[in-house]
């Protein structure tokens, strides 16, 4: 019996006005004409919240770029969705925030870079994004919604992560992400640029123990650790296709946000199909499930049940075939060769950013 999910990724729209280069989205962008209208989208809220979904995820890019904001945070809420927004900040204003309050709205993510403007805005590669989004804190947490700070880090700020954890106590934040990178789609890209060295990695992880002590009953902190200075693969996305799906921009229905990376998956699309169709029959949603696509030393490891494999897109990427164990696992035979590469990244010395869409 395959669980029903229960969250939902809505990839509203791929346009962003920030040129972040970490973004792990697909390399392709999506014609604007292609998405899913505002009827589309509700009828996948409901048939999300059939399916057992209790959450979505309203994401892009950037989806205060849709016009029809309001009435899809509202169609989300009126399937019975706990509603999350994730935004850069940039685009969004006080009243238009109090408005997706009004329908239904119940948590804000929003993105921050840095905590020294310049960087944060090269960062982001948009000038004068740091202070347009640390008023839109002050916004959120004024219309009495839940705020998450999103900070992913690398090389350019990884020495200002106890900074980066101040500022979200400072803006009345409940919860921090620190999110190092992940390397694939377009920050696999930026690599050399971002990667931090292993002893910044080290003095980080010490700086989050201390950070949890010192923050503790007033700020949950949550930190993912860069994969190429790990031993263990993560449970990517908690299993591949076990406990969410993504929806993209024109209606393509993926098992993780970064699975279009992988070329020889066909991705249903909510246009001729039922999420319910998708989620128990697709060839992509199928693809990795279980145990039968994997090869040693996965298929006998007795942590398979634990963290799945690990991440199918950085198999590829790294390895070469997606049913290659995670060369973050020490159990990889390419884990070596993900850790050299780590540290060649570390010490290349670039410090120019490759934006998207630039």
């Avoid at 982001?124 to 002050?138: F, S």
């Avoid at 350019?156 to 979200?168: D, G, Q, S």
Wanted: net charge negative; aromatic share 6%.
């Amino acid at each position: 019996m395959i669980p029903a999910p229960f969250g939902l990724l809505a990839e509203l729209t791929h346009r962003c006005p920030l040129a972040c280069p970490y973004c792990s989205n697909p390399l392709a962008l999506e014609p604007r004409a292609d998405e899913l209208d505002t009827g589309a989208w509700a009828d996948v809220f409901r048939q999300a919240a059939r399916l057992g979904a209790l959450q979505v995820h309203l994401s892009g890019g950037e989806p205060g770029a849709r016009r029809d904001l309001r009435d899809i945070t509202a169609a989300a809420h009126a399937a019975g969705l706990y509603t999350n927004l994730i935004t850069s900040g940039i685009g969004m204003d006080v009243g238009r925030l109090r408005g997706l309050k009004d329908v239904g709205l119940d948590h804000v993510q929003l993105s921050v870079q840095d905590t020294q403007a310049e960087s944060a805005d090269r960062i982001a590669g948009y000038a004068g994004a740091h202070a347009r989004k640390l008023a839109l804190a002050g916004a959120i947490t004024e219309a009495g919604l839940a705020l998450t700070v999103n900070a992913v880090i690398h090389r350019a700020n990884i020495e200002r992560l106890a900074e980066m954890v101040a500022l979200a106590a400072s803006l009345g934040a409940d919860r921090v992400e620190i999110a190092h990178a992940q390397y694939y789609g377009w920050a696999l890209r930026n690599r050399d640029a971002l990667m931090p060295t292993r002893a910044q990695v080290q003095a980080a992880m010490t700086t989050l123990d201390r950070l949890r002590a010192e923050y503790e009953g007033q700020l949950v902190i949550d930190a993912v650790i860069p994969d190429y200075y790990a031993r263990r693969p993560k449970p990517c996305m908690g299993g591949w296709a076990r406990r969410s799906l993504n929806v993209t921009p024109s209606g393509r229905v993926l098992p993780c946000h970064a699975a279009e990376t992988i070329p020889a998956l066909e991705f249903w699309s909510v246009r001729d199909h039922s999420l319910a169709e998708i989620w128990l029959h697709s060839p992509a949603f199928n693809a990795f499930r279980g145990e039968d696509w994997m090869r040693e030393p996965c298929r006998s490891c007795t942590h398979r049940h634990e963290d799945f494999g690990g991440c199918r897109c950085q198999a590829l990427a790294l390895a070469g075939h997606a049913t290659e164990a995670d060369p973050a696992c020490a159990l990889s035979p390419h884990h070596a060769a993900m850790a050299e590469m780590a540290e060649r990244a570390s010490e290349s010395g670039v410090s120019d950013y490759v934006y998207r869409g630039r």
